[in-house]
Structures are given as structure tokens and as C-alpha cells.
């Protein structure tokens, strides 16, 4: 009989299943980056975690909420973070700062770059996951409050859309330049253009 408290074998079982259970996300991960979304399977990550299959879904339904931890432990906080680095930029209303800010956003799609091909896999072929990408987008939004508090009530739903308008575009001209190379200019062109693009356009009406 084991002369360890109940109370402290209790918390060394709920470590041990938070450590399993971050594993299997950041395993994940990396399989997803290397191998794509479709082609791995849940015994691909058990294995490479060094679980069984029952293990695995003592933590995860199945791929899109092990994806869906990914997004909410990791990437999506970052790009929240980025966004609300926006809100503070354009409350200065300097046009070189939203250009440092573009310029920062380049790199952040390049240092995620790797991950992006199975987000897009994902949304497309698990109808779940659609909606968890829509709120990932939606909740942007919520991330720049100073922005949306300088358009009038009315047009806060135009706000919302222009600052979606600006993430998709970000990530269909990333798509094409740095993973299809179907667009060919440097970082600091795509940065410039896009500057003259957006900076006006994100600038709240007068009235």
C-alpha cells in the first residue's frame, strides 16, 4: 500500500496527465507541419508521443480539437496579440508606424508559415473547423477596441469587416508570395504596397 498522501498522489496524476496532453499538442503540431493535416492520422501522433490511441482520447476527441488547442494555446493568441499591437498603432495615427507594424506581420507569416497549409487543410475538409477559423477571425476584431470605438455605433459592423477584409488579404498575398511563389517581390515592396493600401483604409470616418 502506497504511503504517498491521496492529496499528493492526486496532483502528481493530474501533472502527469497535463504533461500527456501537451505533448500530444505540440507532437501534433509538428506532424501537421511536416506531413500536412489529411495524412495524419491519430495513431501517427499517439505513436510519436509514445501513447496508446485510448490515451489520446482521454485528452482529444480526435484532430480538429487537437488543432483547435493548437490555435488557442498558440498561434491564435500570438495573432491576437498582433492585433491589438494594431489597435495601439493606429491610435497614433502615424502612417510609418502602421508600416513597421506590416512589416512585423511579414515576418510573423514567415515564422508561421510552416503551420499555415494545414490550417487551410483543415477548414476545408472538416466542416467543424470552419467555424472555429471564423471565430478565430471574429475575434480579431475584439483585440483592436480603441479602433472600433472611433467609428460611430452604426457603422461598427463595417469596422469589423474592414479588419477582416485586411487579415484575409494578408494571408491570401502570404500564400501566394512565400508558399506558391506565384507573387514575386521582396518583404519591404509587399510591406510598402500593402502600407499605401491599408493605412488609409482602416482610418475611421470623420463623422
Known sequence: MSSEPPAR?????????RLTRARIVETARQLFETQGYS??????????VGCSRATFYLHFTGKPEVLRAIANEGTLTSVRLFYADLDRVLTTGSREAFAGWMARAIDWFLVNKDMLPAW???????????AVAREGIMTLADSMPAYLERWPERRRDEARLRIELLVAQLERFFTRWAMHGTIEV???QAAAVLTDVWFPALQAPAD
Do not use: N, W, Y
Open 120 to 130: 487551410d487543410e483543415a477548414t476545408a475538409v472538416e466542416p467543424g473547423f470552419r
Open 39 to 48: 495524412d495524419v492520422r491519430v495513431d501517427d501522433i499517439a505513436a510519436a
Open 186 to 188: 521582396t518583404a519591404e
Open 9 to 17: 498522489r492526486g496532483s502528481l496524476r493530474e501533472e502527469q496527465k
